[in-house]
């Protein structure tokens, strides 16, 4: 499997026997990789679904794939780690996902903090998540993920943590509050699968921001 080039395509199913890559994927296929017919492929949804393939023909827009078969690819954590990351500037939000991506977090939630600079104002969000998402399905084909992360994008600090996996390990990193060993953490909470993490902005949270997390069992 690893040989294999993967190309993400939102509406395959296990029954699929032929699949059209179009697009930027196709561009990617055709320009950049410069693959040809007869070349073999892998297609993941990003829901957990791969398949194999082989590109059986080539136009000006479109590949065709020929689908061979479905790819066992157990490339994932059983533990679940979600990121509620504060809204930071520039380009950095990209890199964190990226990088969160390739690491295995299974959920990106980010947050409008007090102290965050950028803003979350009406119509551009929409804008703001169509490209956080191209640079996760960007990072999980490169790291064979068979899943593409969710990611959300939410007002404030109260509903971030709200929307958090229920269940999990909750912690925040602080830099002002007496804060716990993590290792004594996780020894006292063995058997968990999921842990939801939370981290500030370049000023850090409020003790107000910090005050709501720890209320709502969030440990620092």
Known sequence: MSALRRFFLEDITP????????????????????LRTNDKVSIFNG?????????????????????????????????????????????????????????????????????????????KDDARLGRWTKV??????????PLVPDIKLCRNLKLALESAAKGSLKLLLSKDAETQDLRAILRKNTGISAISAV?????????EEEGIAFGLGFAP
């Open 47 to 123: 829901k957990g679904l791969e398949l194999s393939g082989e590109i059986s023909s080539i136009d000006g827009s479109s590949a065709r794939i020929t689908i061979k078969g479905v790819i066992d690819n157990k490339n994932e954590s059983f533990f679940k780690i979600t990121l509620i990351q504060g809204l930071i500037k520039g380009d950095k939000p990209e890199r964190i996902i990226q990088k969160a991506v390739e690491l295995g977090v299974a959920e990106l939630i980010f947050f409008a903090s007090a102290r965050s600079v950028p803003d979350i104002a009406a119509g």
């Open 199 to 207: 981290v500030g902005p370049e000023g850090g949270l409020t003790p």
């Open 136 to 145: 996760a399905i960007g990072a999980a084909k490169q790291s064979k993920r």
């Open 15 to 34: 029954e699929s026997r032929e699949a059209v890559i179009k697009g930027a994927e196709f561009l990617h296929l055709n320009k950049v990789l410069r």
